[in-house]
């Protein structure tokens, strides 16, 4: 039986990506010992980022008191920088969760966070300052909060808005994340904390995910009934497998799919790999790691697409096929190797907040 004080119980749920947003939340990269340099190249990629979205639906950057004044002269003057804390930069999957009920109510779900594995496989520790993020978002934005009794993470979840959500078993059953948890709980947990009623459960993630394959970089709804996979037609590439897999489970759920080109192979270069610092508590990159490069990490803007390219050869077929898909929204690409070296891209970065009722 369901608790009173869930979402779902109080008929909120979260609205698909596309619906109208009143803005979208990202959050300021500074930890040297994920992002290389200091993190100065992924400060300005995350501008770009910023700038792009800025076009099209307000942005708010939650920035350290440390960088705040960098942040500010970095970014463009339309983008409201606000001072809060953190462990990294992964709005999707630290931030809140929006919900609305049908009046236009705003509300969003607070959901543990442990770093994507805790000290098992986690990226880092402390993750604390992180987990407080949608927190302090609802709080600004006086908004309900649900706090959540589960971990789970923004970029695991894609919702249609119509009731059935992608999730894949690699992170949703991951016993680092919840300890004892069984597919049945998680489905009660999606249920009543996003409103849905499907859930769709893929295998694994992109090869290399570092997140232990969150869907956001695998797959996406276009619409209800239909959905984005990002595909890999080489027999000896490990997504070969993966895409096929996650096509099969697509279709005998009843769900169209279209088919994005995964991106030519990329590896951290040596130089890249040494403008990163050690850590004895973060991620320690070596050169010549494959990147988890994926076209489906895009955000979905207010009349456009937001999406990572990387300046190899199918990134003009990957605009393509999003522009096809997307016809009345303009595709904006955004140069974001120096996102995917720190483990992500557009859409882990990025936290869309839906348009609620005016008062
Ligand atoms: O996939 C995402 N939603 C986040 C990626 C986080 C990577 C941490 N280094």
């Known amino acids: 039986m369901s608790d009173t004080i869930t979402p779902r119980a109080q008929n909120y749920a979260m609205p698909a990506e596309w619906a109208p947003h009143d803005g979208c939340w990202m959050i300021w990269p500074e930890r040297p010992d994920n992002w290389r340099l200091g993190a100065k190249p992924a400060q300005a990629a995350f501008a770009a980022v910023a700038g792009a979205i800025a076009r099209f639906e307000p942005v708010t950057m939650l920035v ?65 300052l992180d987990d407080q993020i949608a927190a302090k978002m609802l709080e600004i934005e006086k908004a309900k909060r649900f706090r959540a009794p589960k971990v789970l993470e923004g970029g695991a979840i894609h919702v249609d808005g119509a009731g059935t959500v992608l999730v894949t078993e690699s992170c949703l059953l991951d016993q680092n994340r919840n300890s004892g948890a069984t597919r049945a709980e998680m489905e009660t947990l999606l249920r009543d904390y996003l409103g849905v009623e499907k859930i769709v459960w893929l295998g694994a993630g992109v090869p290399h995910d570092e997140t232990g394959g969150h869907v956001d970089n695998l797959a996406c709804f276009v619409r209800p009934g239909l959905v984005l996979l990002s595909w890999c037609d ?19 759920a009843g769900l169209a799919v279209e088919h994005i080109p995964m991106p030519t192979p990329m590896f951290l ?26 076209y489906v990490n895009f955000y979905a803007a207010n009349s456009a697409i937001i999406a990572p390219c990387f300046d190899v050869p199918t990134d003009s077929e990957a605009h393509s096929v999003l522009q096809r898909l997307f016809p009345d929204r303009q595709v904006v690409m955004v140069p974001a190797r120096e996102i995917l070296l720190g483990g992500g891209n557009i859409h882990c970065i990025t936290q869309q907040q839906p348009r609620k009722a005016r008062e």
């Open 269 to 294: 270069t040596d130089a890249e790999a040494a403008g990163i610092d050690h850590s004895p508590t973060g991620m320690n990159r070596a050169a010549g790691e494959r990147l988890a490069a994926s």
């Open 234 to 252: 080489d027999p000896s590439d490990p997504h070969y497998q993966i895409s096929r897999d996650a096509e099969s489970r697509l279709r005998a």
């Open 64 to 128: 350290s008191a440390r960088q705040f004044a960098n942040a500010r002269a970095m970014l463009p003057a339309a983008v409201r920088v606000v001072e809060a804390s953190s462990n990294d930069a992964w709005a999707r999957d630290t931030g809140a969760t929006f919900l609305l009920n049908p009046a236009g109510d705003l509300a969003g779900v607070d959901w543990m966070f442990n770093a994507w594995g805790g000290l098992g496989h986690g990226l880092y520790f402390p993750w604390d």
